[in-house]
């Protein structure tokens, strides 16, 4: 069974700081993994997926890097801003069915 | 392109009731998966249809079930609420094909009291 973990469950940082978050899986037979961000009672937006075939994603201010062999996965954000606090959760596919497995998130808040 | 749309966006009901939600997926999109957000237990696969057949389904009791219309919407039913069913319902719409990214909707907020 599938199952994903992210380190650290919150981070608190300034302004303008880069940071990385981290997300692992236990089985590395995955077809892709996705990043995505969620704000206090909204739901998921999707910043990054990754297939099973690539290294890393980037967009923007984000890069997502991709050891399957490892089962590791992070998010790198580059000069964080206010608007970037969320949680932000990981999700694998694998297995036969279509269906995400999610971490249990991030929860990252940026002070002015 | 208008994105993934749920309705109601929140709801209150009473232990015993039974509730539908109801999901608008992505123009062209023909799967639409459903999961439950709790504090708890987090994120976790409900069940996903594509054209209008179950394709899979979580580990939840039969009192959770869905189905999905010819135009791809599709609606999920909870009977015989319980108090632990309080959560933020979550839809996803994707093309379909095997592992597209999967685009979510703001969520349906249920509360059991």
Redesign the interface.
Known sequence: KQEVTQIPAALSVPEGENLVLNCSFTDSAI??L?W?RQDP??????LL?I?SSQREQTSGRLNASLDKSSGRSTLYIAASQPGDSATY?C?V?SGS?????????TQLTVLP | KAGVTQTPRYLIKTRGQQVTLSCSPISGHRSVSWYQQTPGQGLQFLFEYFSETQRNKGNFPGRFSGRQFSNSRSEMNVSTLELGDSALYLCASSPGQDYSPLHFGNGTRLTVT
Do not use: D, V, W
């Open positions: 077809y892709n996705q995505f009672g909204k739901g998921l937006t999707s997926l297939q959760l999700a596919q069915a279509r269906q995400l497995t999610f971490g249990s998130g």
